[in-house]
């Protein structure tokens, strides 16, 4: 039985019913929290402990194999240029970012730079970032991966590219906050 509650979560109420105990398994719900009801009078009924078994799993387990993609687009403060920076997961403080950064002009044709700089940190706190992050150019024109991107605490960050190209320099400013 699913209802919702006032703080948007979802409880499910779990009986002893093999159809609960399926459709838990197959739902494959995450961010569950679980009521746990028995109606039982049997204490040595074991379905209510392999359903609450196998939501605590299938929580888990979604959690793990669905990281959030984080992508963002950014036009440059005089409007030459614009990037598109793809991360694998949302920026995080602790481990490396696994990163792309893809440069474009306005009217989204690739931009390969004359010369090309990443610069970032936190401006409230007085501190660049931690590490001197690289780029790297790949294959696809303009597209560059950023080795060695790294935040080390939870605050507002701003991570900035500036641009030489034929159309002129312009700066390309992410601000966001972890």
């Known amino acids: 039985m699913l209802s919702e509650r006032a703080n948007s979560s979802t409880y ?3 009986e002893t019913t093999d159809t609960q105990i399926r459709s838990i398994i197959e739902a494959g719900m995450d961010n569950i929290r679980i009521a746990y009801q028995i109606e039982s009078t049997s204490m040595y009924n074991s379905k209510p402990l392999i359903a609450l078994c196998a939501a605590t799993i299938l929580t888990g387990c979604a959690a793990e ?8 687009d950014q036009v440059g403060t005089d409007k030459l240029y614009k990037a598109h920076l793809d991360c694998e997961t949302l920026p995080a403080p ?21 010369n090309l700089v990443i610069d970032g940190g936190m401006p409230l706190h007085g501190h660049g970032l931690p ?18 991107l790294k935040y080390n605490m939870p ?17 390309i400013i992410f601000d966001f906050v972890i």
């Open 12 to 14: 499910l109420s779990i």
């Open 131 to 148: 590490t001197s992050p690289v780029l790297t150019q790949l294959e696809k024109a303009g597209t560059y991966r950023i080795d060695g």
């Open 65 to 72: 194999s669905a990281p959030v993609q984080w992508q963002v």
């Open 155 to 171: 605050g507002a960050w701003l991570l900035g590219f500036k641009i030489k190209a034929a159309q002129g320099e312009d700066k």
């Open 94 to 114: 602790g481990p490396f970012q696994n990163c792309t950064v893809r440069f474009s002009d306005m009217q989204g044709n690739a931009v390969v730079p004359d």
